[in-house]
């Protein structure tokens, strides 16, 4: 398999602040790393894909200029949540697509944030 | 863009009986097709997956079946245990680095002891 590693894994920040939350492939290169979003008892909802070296692409409805995404290198993408509203607080998660042949482009997933705005 | 639909919601099974997920897509281009399993607050797991040139695969108890005809894919469980229960996502893509891919709704599967 692969690692990807999330952090932090929980963060309670106050209502105007922002946050950033770091994924990290540890023993691959991930040219696309996507992070989605995930409220109690649903599915995983995409909000962007990151490429490296590029600017992210949104999801429709997605806020780029509140949920910012830097993609600086092959093993790291970060999301940072600005000025964040209790309506932000989630399951903030990430995941690598590793690549090559024969893998399929298998997506492996970090351990996910919980994100608390208070 | 793609669709994945997944059926059912939510799913109870006795132990050591089978359960089996559905899942329909929408793309006719998707070839890769993932099924996760994700325990409560923890990150999705990857327990099996097929591609398009593949109409099933085993793994132990687990089985996917592709039908691309039909544009459907299952999840097979058999001799279900308690540690089966999680909620179980399908999801759909094409190849290449920047496709992303499209998850099912989700469905939880309770196994009862």
């Known amino acids: 398999g692969a690692v990807v590693s999330q952090h932090p894994s929980r963060v309670i920040c106050k209502s105007g602040t922002s946050v950033k939350i770091e994924c990290r492939s540890l023993?691959?290169?991930?040219?696309?790393m996507f992070w989605y979003r995930q409220f109690p008892k649903q599915s995983l909802m995409l909000m962007a894909t990151?490429?490296?070296?590029?600017?992210?692409?949104?999801e429709q409805g997605v806020e780029k200029d509140k949920f910012l995404i830097n993609h600086a290198s092959l093993t790291l993408s970060t999301l940072t949540v600005t000025s964040a509203h209790p309506e932000d607080s989630s399951f903030y998660i990430c995941?690598?697509?590793?690549?090559?042949?024969?893998?399929?482009?298998?997506?492996?997933f970090g351990e996910g944030s919980w994100l608390t705005v208070v | 863009g793609e669709n994945v639909e997944q059926h059912p919601s939510t799913l109870s099974v006795q132990e050591g009986d089978s359960a089996v997920i559905k899942c329909t897509y929408s793309?006719?281009?998707?070839?890769?097709f993932p099924w996760y399993k994700q325990e409560l607050g923890k990150r999705p797991q990857l327990i099996i997956d097929?591609?398009?040139?593949?109409g099933e695969k085993k793994d132990q108890r687990i089985a996917v079946t592709l039908n691309k005809t039909a544009k459907h894919f299952s999840l097979h469980i058999t001799e279900t245990q308690p540690e089966d229960s999680a909620v179980y996502f399908c999801?759909?893509?094409?190849?290449?680095?920047?496709?992303?891919?499209?998850f099912g709704t989700g469905t939880k599967l309770q196994v009862i002891p």
């Open positions: 995941s690598a697509r590793k690549g090559g042949s024969g893998t399929g482009n298998t997506i492996y």
């Open positions: 023993d691959f290169q991930a040219t696309t």
């Open positions: 990151s490429n490296e070296g590029s600017k992210a692409t949104y």
């Open positions: 793309d006719s281009a998707s070839n890769y």
């Open positions: 097929i591609r398009s040139n593949v």
């Open positions: 999801a759909a893509s094409r190849s290449g680095g920047y496709q992303k891919v499209t």
